[in-house]
């Protein structure tokens, strides 16, 4: 795959406009693709956040972190949806029904028949700033709950890094993934201000969890990674860092790393690769020690043509591309001052 550097094109596709009805759940008819079609097609039409998709290997379905509205205890589960859109066919939530405690599940990551993912726990009713437990598991996709803990977060590695938190969570083959370990700030705009929630990421682990534990390792030149993500032989791990314009391509096999492509006009983050595809999300109101990443436009990158995709007043997360690259899934945000994400799907040519 062999990507060159370009200006972006003038290419827009159209949006259709929606309001949020109902919260998204499942019916009695399972149906499949979306509510309303369309070039996106929106996907999620929930009061909450529906955030960071991923695909399952086979591209038949998806699953993104969706807050549950319809519960008191606003749990972020995962929703698994088919791969056209359309009904939810099933929540994973760690209690059935609202309890005491915000449960989140999230940066799902898939391989064969695994799931690896992010849970946090905080008490709801006298909540600190931060989450009052955090884990990285593995589990079977048909049980997620079902978990083994891989490790505990916060953590400090063996060569002296401490990371409060993890995410871009992926598998490079059967027994080996690949994340982000970043630092965690609670900065406030004023004293009064509810403080915003800050991550920068530091570097990039390799984790064996071929064995009953884990064995972690620094990946040379990961250092300040914003994202990352995986080839499909495991072999590359291509990656952006904290506003940086580039993409760059570490080779684990030869420890070699090169610049893949450098997007020039922004900071590129929120990394996806498949099919002869780069996903990524540029520009926009990035992370900064004062202010959490509030997304950006969506850039698709094939060939040496560049494609921004959908409305340019909206802000784009955490794009997903399917495993044969003919769909993308991205979380996204219409209006201000902080409005709620919606999932929406793009087929590709």
Same mark, same amino acid.
């Given at each position: 795959?062999?990507?060159?550097?370009? !200006?972006?094109?003038?290419?827009?596709?159209?949006?259709?406009?929606?309001?949020?009805?109902?919260?998204?759940?499942?019916?009695?008819?399972?149906?499949?693709?979306? &509510? %309303?079609?369309?070039?996106?097609?929106?996907?999620?039409?929930?009061?909450?956040?529906?955030?960071?998709?991923?695909?399952?290997?086979?591209?038949?379905?998806?699953?993104?972190?969706?807050?549950?509205?319809?519960?008191?205890?606003?749990?972020? /589960?995962?929703?698994?949806?088919?791969?056209?859109?359309?009904?939810?066919?099933?929540?994973? /939530?760690?209690?059935? +029904?609202?309890?005491? =405690?915000?449960?989140?599940?999230?940066?799902?990551?898939?391989?064969?028949?695994?799931?690896?993912?992010?849970?946090?726990?905080? *008490?709801?009713?006298?909540?600190?700033?931060?989450?009052?437990?955090?884990?990285?598991? %593995?589990?079977?996709?048909?049980?997620?709950?079902?978990?083994?803990?891989?490790?505990?977060?916060?953590?400090?590695?063996?060569?002296?890094?401490?990371?409060?938190?993890?995410?871009?969570?992926?598998?490079?083959?059967?027994?080996?993934?690949?994340?982000?370990? *970043?630092? $965690?700030?609670?900065?406030?705009? /004023?004293?009064? /201000?509810?403080?915003?929630?800050?991550?920068?990421? %530091?570097?990039?682990?390799? +984790? #064996?969890?071929?064995? +009953?534990?884990?064995?972690?390792?620094?990946?040379?030149?990961?250092?300040?990674?914003?994202?990352?993500?995986?080839?499909?032989?495991?072999?590359?791990?291509?990656? =952006?860092?904290?506003?940086?314009?580039? $993409?760059?391509?570490?080779?684990?096999?030869?420890?070699?790393?090169?610049?893949?492509? #450098?997007?020039? !006009?922004?900071?590129?983050?929120?990394?996806?690769?498949?099919?002869?595809?780069?996903?990524?999300?540029?520009?926009?109101?990035?992370?900064?020690?004062?202010?959490?990443?509030?997304?950006?436009? &969506? *850039?698709?990158? *094939?060939?040496?043509?560049? =494609?921004?995709?959908?409305?340019?007043?909206?802000?784009?997360?955490?794009?997903?591309?399917?495993?044969?690259?003919?769909? &993308?899934?991205?979380?996204?945000?219409?209006?201000?001052?902080?409005?709620?994400?919606?999932?929406? &799907?793009?087929?590709?040519?």
């Amino acid at each position: 795959m062999a990507f060159s550097k370009v !200006f972006p094109l003038a290419f827009v596709l159209a949006v259709f406009g929606c309001g949020h009805p109902a919260p998204f759940s499942s019916d009695e008819d399972g149906s499949t693709g979306p &509510l %309303i079609p369309g070039q996106p097609a929106q996907i999620t039409y929930n009061p909450g956040q529906d955030l960071i998709p991923a695909w399952l290997p086979d591209g038949g379905a998806f699953v993104f972190t969706a807050e549950r509205r319809d519960r008191a205890d606003h749990d972020r /589960c995962f929703a698994f949806v088919p791969g056209e859109g359309g009904t939810i066919s099933r929540y994973v /939530c760690s209690t059935s +029904a609202a309890d005491d =405690t915000l449960n989140v599940y999230d940066e799902a990551a898939f391989q064969g028949d695994s799931i690896a993912y992010v849970r946090s726990s905080t *008490e709801r009713f006298l909540p600190g700033l931060g989450p009052d437990r955090q884990s990285l598991v %593995i589990a079977p996709i048909a049980n997620p709950l079902a978990a083994r803990l891989l490790q505990t977060i916060p953590f400090t590695t063996s060569w002296g890094a401490t990371y409060d938190a993890i995410s871009h969570v992926a598998f490079l083959g059967p027994g080996r993934i690949a994340f982000i370990g *970043e630092h $965690v700030t609670y900065p406030r705009a /004023c004293s009064s /201000c509810i403080p915003d929630t800050v991550r920068i990421g %530091i570097g990039i682990v390799i +984790a #064996d969890i071929s064995a +009953a534990g884990i064995a972690l390792t620094r990946m040379p030149d990961g250092d300040s990674a914003s994202s990352l993500a995986p080839s499909a032989n495991g072999d590359t791990v291509y990656f =952006t860092r904290n506003n940086d314009t580039r $993409v760059f391509r570490r080779t684990l096999s030869t420890a070699a790393t090169d610049t893949l492509f #450098d997007f020039v !006009f922004g900071p590129a983050r929120d990394l996806s690769v498949s099919g002869g595809k780069i996903a990524a999300i540029v520009g926009g109101i990035p992370a900064s020690p004062s202010q959490s990443d509030r997304g950006g436009f &969506l *850039e698709i990158v *094939e060939g040496q043509t560049i =494609t921004q995709l959908g409305d340019t007043g909206w802000l784009f997360r955490r794009p997903a591309l399917s495993p044969d690259g003919t769909r &993308l899934v991205v979380s996204a945000r219409q209006g201000a001052p902080f409005p709620n994400a919606d999932l929406w &799907l793009f087929a590709l040519p």
